[in-house]
């Protein structure tokens, strides 16, 4: 939302493009869903990281309204491959008996590690600018995504 102030977009425009983003996460987190359940969850959460590398390497660089708006698209259809995704994908590989207790860790460190994040972006921002900050950002989810299809995470077979 910054970046496209910083573009010299008024706050309408900025939050109209929040509006769109939440839209699009609105109506595609129920095929991805659907999708995600006949090709996999790993599949389409890594699809997702990679979509969001894509997202913040494209902000590093954009400064009008049309590629705005592709990009806040792809930042929509990311959420949607990531957000009940990794929940889903954590229920599948937690035991039963503690499939909340992951959830909620998950949940938790989730929060902690995007206060640290956030508070890191803006310390990027502030001393190099907000390109570098996206392309950082970028190169940290490539290789995120790198990893994940590196290793191999099963299921839990244990006992109930």
């Known amino acids: 939302m910054l970046k496209i102030k910083e573009a010299g977009f008024s706050d309408t425009y900025v939050i109209g493009i929040y509006i769109f983003y939440n839209l699009i996460f609105a109506l595609f987190a129920y095929p991805i869903g659907i999708l995600a359940d006949r090709v996999g969850l790993k599949k389409i959460f890594i699809t997702g990281i990679f979509v969001f590398a894509l997202v ?86 490539v290789l995120v995504g790198v990893y994940l299809l590196r290793v191999n995470i099963k299921a839990c077979n244990c006992a109930g």
Not at 85 to 108: C, D, L, P, R, V
Not at 127 to 140: E, P, R, V
Request: proline share 1%; with cysteine; net charge neutral.
């Open 56 to 141: 913040y390497t494209g902000m590093g660089i954009a400064r009008s309204l049309p590629v705005f708006l592709f990009l806040f698209f792809l930042y929509g259809i990311y959420a949607a491959a990531t957000e009940g995704i990794a929940k889903a994908w954590i229920s599948n590989i937690a035991s039963s008996e503690n499939t909340a207790t992951a959830i909620g860790t998950y949940t938790g460190l989730q929060s902690i590690c995007a206060l640290v994040a956030s508070s890191f972006a803006g310390l990027l921002w502030y001393q190099f600018g907000a390109g570098t900050l996206f392309f950082i950002s970028g190169i940290g989810a």
